[in-house]
């Protein structure tokens, strides 16, 4: 469907679990982005990392912790969740430096749910 | 950091064109605006962008007014399947800039 992919698809997890989600992009961009979604609310933007380097923050607990070890790939690793953290968890690319203006290449999402 | 406000969510009935507006009063003078489309379960799809008067493509038409204040995503001749949530973004592409998608207008069309 795009050249944005995400894995797992489905994550299960309890909360004193470790778990890793990865995201990979094949469209040559330079700006990736991590976005958390949960049910009735609008997108949060979480982390946005622009040539391998974060460029946002937002303020995320710590127990979200993004990687970016090249261009094409971008992980965010999980440790010690709450039941709030539950949600659809989104990646997305776009061409140029990280911003609003430029075209999100958006994955289809990690379905996250923390037991 | 420029906000939008959009109607919560909108019906229409097939074949009608749906304008969906969006209101964002403290849109600064660099600031692009941009629409997504969001199926459930999916990441949402660019549809348009802009920055002043109209823009056109195949899917949609997106009109701005001359104080930039408000725009309106118009989407002719709906379908079933362009039920959706219709996001409006408004930022500039300075990078560090922070960016909000909003609540967006889920959209109901009906047969």
């Known amino acids: 469907e795009t050249g944005v992919t995400q894995t797992p698809r489905h994550l299960v997890m309890g909360m004193t679990n470790k778990k890793s989600l990865k995201c990979e992009q094949h469209l040559g961009h330079n700006a990736m982005y991590w976005y958390k979604q949960s049910a009735k609310k609008p997108l949060e933007l979480m982390f946005v990392y622009s040539l391998e380097e974060r460029v946002e923050n937002n303020s995320v607990p710590s127990r979200f912790s993004p990687e970016c070890p090249n261009s094409s790939h971008l992980f965010l690793h999980l440790h010690t969740l709450q039941p709030e953290d539950s949600a659809l968890y989104l990646c997305?690319?776009?061409?140029?430096?990280?911003?609003?203006?430029?075209?999100?290449?958006f994955g289809p999402g990690t379905r996250l749910t923390v037991t | 950091l420029a906000k939008t406000t959009q109607p919560i969510s909108m019906d229409s009935y097939e074949g009608q064109e749906v304008n969906i507006t969006c209101s964002h009063n403290?849109?600064?003078?660099?600031?692009?605006i941009t629409w997504y489309q969001q199926f459930p379960s999916q990441g949402p799809r660019f549809i348009i962008q802009?920055?002043?008067t109209k823009v056109t493509n195949e899917v949609a038409s997106l009109f701005i007014p001359a104080d930039r204040k408000s725009s309106t995503l118009s989407l002719p001749r709906v379908s079933l399947s362009d039920t959706a949530v219709y996001y409006c973004?408004?930022?500039?592409?300075?990078?560090?800039?922070?960016?909000?998608f909003g609540t967006g207008t889920s959209l109901t069309v009906i047969p």
């Open positions: 997305a690319s776009s061409h140029g430096l990280a911003g609003p203006s430029y075209e999100q290449y």
């Open positions: 973004l408004v930022g500039e592409s300075n990078t560090g800039n922070q960016f909000y």
């Open positions: 403290n849109i600064a003078t660099n600031d692009y």
């Open positions: 802009g920055y002043k």
